[in-house]
């Protein structure tokens, strides 16, 4: 009997805490927006993959509604938020180019086609940038890395004519591959190619360098890494969830995932949690 007893007393002793800890959550986001250090905090770099109204082109966990994506940015902006592209976070870091009071990085995997149709508009509409990460060898094609396999459904990739033109708008092109393949798990001269291929297609075709990158499924490894570095990187990002410490880890910058099913609450509660760490 007196042992039932210690379980019942240990098990409240658990749910107060639980409570205690949710509770602090609720104040700091209360607290948010606060101005941030950024040179010791780091920077929030958020990540998106489709911009799409039709459920025919995929989930929730890759779909962002563009009705959705426009209320977030709307509150990036109110919030006093200044999107930069990863490259000035990485230029701010080696050339000591100053940053915004509030920076924040945009960012998109893989170049689908809504990212043009839906994303580009209303970024253009709210004076915001973006960084995408193109997969070199699907452009103007469809997304076979994930389509083949199964995992999603069939989508369309954007075409040079409008990598183009967002290029020329001030979206930041950086590399995500040519063929989309877990770079951890394939030989490192297949990955030197991938690497240094995406690269030079991108240049060559959008007449830019291309000078960020993005480990495709955040598969990576210490010689993945090296690569990137040797190959003429400036940044890469993984999806790791947190801040992006380009002090600490500028080819392992962590990212803030958005998916389709956050409300603009849980939107803003993601940007206050990994902001203040
Ligand atoms: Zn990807």
Redesign the pocket.
């Known amino acids: 009997m007196s042992r039932k007893l210690i379980y019942v007393f240990i098990l409240l002793i658990v749910l107060a805490f639980v409570f205690i800890a949710g509770g602090e959550a609720g104040e700091r986001l209360a607290g948010y927006p606060e101005p941030l250090s950024q040179e010791f905090e780091g920077v929030p770099i958020l990540m998106y ?1 489709k911009v799409n109204p039709d459920p025919g082109t995929g989930g929730h966990g890759l779909r962002v509604h563009p009705r959705n994506f426009e209320k977030q940015i709307s509150y990036l902006v109110k919030s006093g938020f200044t999107a930069i592209s990863l490259k000035d976070l990485a230029d701010h870091y080696q050339k000591g180019s100053p940053l915004p009071p509030r920076p924040v990085v945009i960012t998109f ?2 170049g689908y086609m809504d990212n043009y149709t839906y994303a580009y508009p209303i970024l253009k509409k709210h004076g915001m940038t973006a960084t995408i ?1 193109v ?1 070199a060898g699907t452009v103007g094609g469809i997304n076979e ?2 389509y083949n396999e199964g995992r999603q459904p069939k989508n369309k990739m954007a075409d040079w004519t409008q990598l183009k033109e967002m290029s020329g708008g001030g979206i930041t092109i950086g590399a ?2 040519v063929r ?1 393949p877990r770079l951890g798990d394939i030989n490192p001269e297949e990955v030197k190619a991938e690497i240094v291929d995406s690269k030079m297609i991108l240049e060559k075709e959008l007449n830019r360098p291309v000078e960020v990158f ?1 480990y ?2 955040g598969s990576y490894n210490e010689t993945t890494v090296a690569l990137v570095k040797e190959s003429g990187f400036s940044a890469a990002v993984t999806t790791f969830q947190g801040l992006g410490r380009f002090d600490r880890e500028p080819f392992e910058l962590k990212r803030i995932r958005i998916t389709g099913d956050y409300s603009i609450d849980r939107f803003a509660e993601e940007l206050a949690m990994y902001s203040k760490n």
């Open positions: 993959h995997d893989d990460f997969v890395f994930d995500h591959t989309h993005c495709p499924y």
